[in-house]
């Protein structure tokens, strides 16, 4: 189940006491409907929230018509359910369609916006990217982003095949979206994901940054040896003051002991410093006799 589906599903699971915030709730699946001129249709792929439609549907509708409604299978696949409303049932349920008139408590709202998401919103796993949006018709863009406003939660605004999009992209926005929704679990998830995402990342900028200097260092006592070779071949090495001679040898005998340990077999131990500047001045000495050398051929 993508997390798409696993949001909604939990998003259908809440349970509402009061009948205005399921009225509310019901007010924002059919908000998200689907209009052509004075009809309606409802379409859902997403069997909890066909059946949650279907449950809100029999318990507002006018008796007329409710016989109208589809029985929906209680288990198996999505299915693909499809309810028109044509300007008859639009009329006679009148205040379903128009979603102001029935708040009646402050759980009103987000019940109603719970219900626009569940038919016309999408959420992207944490994991891949961080997308959450409501693809309505122009008019219902307006009031939803209206309400959203009012709530400090200002989408960003697009158009899409004809439809406007209300969207948001920031981890931190979605996760507010989320929890406002009801759907704690999945802005918990995303928090999680982000979490896990960082720890990634830093621990990466870490490896990355071990092996520059492991890189560095490898460089550097390459050249040391190197440096060491060259005066031993040339017979030079035994010309270098005693304590550059002795560590000239402790680094050519362990030329893959980092300067710490390097340092501490010198009697007595010399710091990490002072066995670098040691190792530096083996190396200038090396490099100036070849200077030397190149200069007189």
């Known amino acids: 189940?993508?997390?798409?589906?696993?949001?909604?599903?939990?998003?259908?699971?809440?349970?509402?006491?009061?009948?205005?915030?399921?009225?509310?709730?019901?007010?924002?699946?059919?908000?998200?409907?689907?209009?052509?001129?004075?009809?309606?249709?409802?379409?859902?792929?997403?069997?909890?929230?066909?059946?949650?439609?279907?449950?809100?549907?029999?318990?507002?509708?006018?008796?007329?018509?409710?016989?109208?409604?589809?029985?929906?299978?209680?288990?198996?696949e999505d299915p693909d359910s499809s309810i028109r409303f044509d300007s008859g049932m639009i009329a006679r349920n009148r205040t379903l369609f128009s979603p102001e008139e029935g708040f009646r408590c402050q759980n009103c709202i987000p019940s109603f916006l719970r219900g626009v998401f569940l038919v016309s919103g999408s959420v992207s796993d944490p994991r891949s990217s961080y997308h959450l949006d409501f693809s309505l018709d122009e008019k219902t863009a307006k009031t939803v982003s209206a309400l959203l406003e009012k709530q400090g939660l200002a989408p960003r605004q697009s158009v899409r095949r004809g439809e406007t999009v209300l969207y948001y992209k920031g981890s931190e926005s979605i996760e507010d979206v989320l929890t406002y929704l009801g759907a704690t679990k999945s802005s918990l998830e995303i928090m999680n994901a982000k979490i896990y995402k960082d720890l990634r990342n830093s621990a990466n900028r870490l490896s990355n940054c071990e092996m520059a200097n492991i890189g560095k260092?490898?460089?550097?006592?390459?050249a040391q040896l190197e440096a060491i070779r060259y005066l031993r071949e040339n017979g030079l090495l035994n010309q270098l003051p005693e304590e550059l001679r002795l560590t000239a040898v402790l680094r050519d005998e362990n030329p893959d002991l980092p300067l710490r340990l390097l340092a501490e077999l010198h009697n007595p131990p010399l710091t990490k410093s002072g066995m670098n500047h040691r190792l530096c001045k083996i190396l200038d000495y090396s490099n100036s006799l070849r200077k030397q050398k190149q200069s007189k051929v």
């Open 1 to 76: 189940m993508s997390f798409a589906a696993e949001t909604k599903e939990g998003l259908c699971g809440i349970y509402l006491k009061k009948a205005c915030c399921r009225r509310a709730l019901l007010s924002g699946i059919l908000t998200g409907t689907v209009r052509e001129g004075e009809n309606a249709f409802l379409s859902v792929r997403n069997s909890s929230v066909s059946r949650l439609a279907e449950e809100l549907l029999r318990e507002f509708l006018t008796q007329e018509d409710r016989d109208r409604i589809p029985v929906l299978p209680a288990s198996g």
């Open 217 to 222: 260092s490898a460089g550097a006592a390459a």
